[in-house]
């Protein structure tokens, strides 16, 4: 009896990776779980800098906000970089920013050094992801790209989820100088270990760089995070009372719009100027073509807004267990942690079921359960057992996890593998814009009921319960952006290392076989 078509796709040997790719891929998931944990690291460490150093909480909170700016700033510019550039320099560059930024940090003397430590390892930071998800694309094949991605989620939510939790068992113990000794001897390992076994992918694709689209990224994307980390600290600041105080929030507030509406204005400029560039085919420094992929912009909305769920809580817990539990931040830290763990367990498993069922399923369920967890966090109180804390942080993580997951993968396999680049830079960007709106977000409401910045415990429960309620109401908004998604068919990428051909048509896409 002659088999069928399907019995002999179904008995077929699932594709594997070569053990060098393997490798490869391996050393940049580690090398991006260490440099995005410490975008989260410092929360934790504020008052100790503020008591050590003799400066303003104001200006310890640059040293969170000097780090977010950079990010905002250098990843938009990632895509014409590793289309540029090849791999194996893009990664010695991005480890030795990261581990000068590191051994800087851990030799500072005051503040200023401090700052630009924090700022030289953002400039690392912001490289990592963007070549790691080009490099995933460029080497994995598509059956088995789900359980590649599902590892990567693993660093875009468990890593910053377990910042404050490393940063409260080290300064439990060692003083905020460890946050980096710690770091570097497993930075520097990364960086000697990259630099001989990463191999390149694709060919460098020589191109002139728009001079003109790289100050209006900056001012679009930097203002409009620092506008939002404005917003951010006011809300943080909040509570405090008095007349002085309500001016000082009134006149953060007024610049953190001023910022955000320079930040929209530039942002305008700049996609005006990728556009222009598009179509007198010239190379724009993020190409948008990307967004011609239906499949990619449904993916990249609700990313966004998961983004903002994610970092907003990671930012609220901790301040609602230290400021109205009264615990210790190694505590706050801690309860956070199983969520972290459970999240990067499960991220593996969910990437194989995507690549047996496609992300609808996955991401609709992600999505209710990130909404209920939500609604669970709008009845934390002053009296909450510690346990509900930790159970309902596990919901939100296992909600993250069939969310970032499924919809990364089929989204990144939607663009042409010439813009693969470009459509990681556009996630890292998405990303970032999207944490800093969600932490300004909840904490701004927070605040405007009473939120953590607030002496009393009791005024901020409120608070606290209304930012949750937000993210409550915001998160079920992206069902109905989940009901369009559809599982994408793409091409092999190349076997070799060899130029990706220039006029590779858009994938096909398929609706999902369950």
């Given at each position: 009896m002659t088999s069928t078509p399907s019995a002999r796709a179904s008995s077929a040997p699932a594709p594997t990776m070569d053990a060098r790719h393997s490798l490869v891929i391996s050393l940049l998931l580690v090398s991006a779980f260490v440099v995005i944990l410490n975008e989260t690291l410092f929360g934790v460490a504020i008052p100790e800098l503020i008591d050590d150093l003799g400066v303003t909480a104001a200006m310890a909170q640059w040293l969170t906000t000097a780090f977010m700016?950079?990010?905002?700033?250098?990843?938009?510019?990632?895509?014409?970089?590793?289309?540029?550039?090849?791999?194996?320099?893009?990664?010695?560059?991005?480890?030795?920013?990261?581990?000068?930024?590191?051994?800087?940090?851990?030799?500072?003397?005051?503040?200023?050094?401090?700052?630009?430590?924090?700022?030289?390892?953002?400039?690392?930071?912001?490289?990592?992801?963007?070549?790691?998800?080009?490099?995933?694309?460029?080497?994995?094949?598509?059956?088995?790209?789900?359980?590649?991605?599902?590892?990567?989620?693993?660093?875009?939510?468990?890593?910053?989820?377990?910042?404050?939790?490393?940063?409260?068992l080290i300064l439990d113990s060692l003083g905020w100088r460890w946050l980096f000794i710690v770091m570097l001897p497993i930075a520097l390992a990364a960086l000697t270990l990259?630099?001989?076994?990463?191999?390149?992918?694709?060919?460098?694709?020589?191109?002139?760089l728009d001079v003109l689209s790289v100050p209006l990224s900056a001012i679009g994307f930097g203002g409009f995070v620092y506008g939002l980390s404005l917003l951010g600290e006011a809300g943080q600041s909040g509570g405090a009372g008095g007349e002085a105080?309500?001016?000082?929030?009134?006149?953060?507030?007024?610049?953190?719009?001023?910022?955000?509406?320079?930040?929209?204005?530039?942002?305008?400029?700049?996609?005006?100027?990728?556009?222009?560039?598009?179509?007198?085919?010239?190379?724009?420094?993020?190409?948008?073509?990307?967004?011609?992929a239906r499949q990619f912009t449904l993916s990249i909305i609700t990313v966004s807004v998961a983004s903002m769920a994610l970092f907003g809580a990671i930012i609220l817990i901790p301040l609602y267990v230290q400021q109205v539990l009264g615990l210790s931040p190694l505590v706050s830290g801690l309860l956070i942690l199983p969520g972290a763990l459970l999240q990067g367990l499960i991220a593996p498993l969910i990437g194989r079921r995507y690549d047996a069922v496609g992300p609808r399923g996955l991401a609709?369920?992600?999505?209710?359960?990130?909404?209920?967890?939500?609604?669970?966090?709008?009845?934390?109180s002053a009296t909450t057992p510690l346990w509900l804390i930790t159970a309902a942080h596990i919901g939100l993580s296992m909600g993250l996890a069939l969310l970032f997951t499924p919809l990364l993968t089929n989204g990144l396999s939607a663009i042409r593998p010439e813009?693969?680049?470009?459509?990681?830079?556009?996630?890292?960007?998405?990303?970032?814009?999207?944490?800093?709106?969600?932490?300004?977000?909840?904490?701004?409401?927070?605040?405007?009921?009473?939120?953590?910045?607030?002496?009393?415990?009791?005024?901020?429960?409120?608070?606290?319960?209304?930012?949750?309620?937000?993210?409550?109401?915001?998160?079920?908004?992206?069902?109905p952006v989940l009901l369009l998604v559809?599982?994408?068919?793409?091409?092999?990428?190349?076997?070799?290392?060899?130029?990706?051909?220039?006029?590779?048509?858009?994938?096909?896409?398929?609706?999902?076989?369950?």
């Open positions: 700016l950079t990010l905002a700033v250098i990843i938009p510019i990632t895509g014409f970089l590793l289309q540029r550039f090849q791999t194996r320099p893009m990664f010695i560059v991005a480890m030795s920013l990261f581990s000068l930024g590191t051994l800087l940090g851990a030799l500072s003397p005051g503040f200023e050094m401090l700052l630009v430590a924090r700022i030289v390892q953002a400039s690392g930071t912001a490289i990592m992801m963007p070549l790691l998800f080009t490099t995933v694309f460029g080497l994995v094949p598509p059956q088995i790209r789900g359980r590649i991605v599902g590892r990567i989620s693993i660093v875009i939510a468990v890593a910053p989820a377990l910042g404050p939790s490393v940063s409260g990259g630099a001989l076994r990463v191999v390149n992918v694709g060919e460098p694709q020589p191109g002139r105080g309500a001016s000082a929030i009134g006149e953060a507030t007024t610049t953190a719009i001023i910022a955000i509406a320079i930040g929209m204005l530039g942002l305008a400029v700049f996609v005006w100027r990728q556009l222009v560039l598009q179509r007198r085919g010239e190379r724009a420094l993020l190409d948008l073509r990307t967004f011609q609709l369920s992600g999505a209710i359960l990130l909404a209920v967890a939500m609604w669970g966090m709008t009845f934390l813009l693969n680049s470009y459509g990681s830079a556009i996630v890292g960007t998405i990303q970032q814009v999207s944490g800093a709106a969600g932490i300004a977000l909840f904490i701004s409401v927070a605040a405007a009921a009473g939120g953590p910045g607030s002496v009393a415990s009791e005024v901020s429960v409120p608070g606290i319960q209304l930012a949750f309620m937000a993210g409550a109401i915001t998160a079920p908004l992206v069902l559809r599982r994408v068919t793409p091409a092999e990428p190349p076997a070799t290392t060899g130029q990706i051909a220039a006029q590779t048509p858009l994938h096909t896409e398929a609706e999902p076989t369950s």
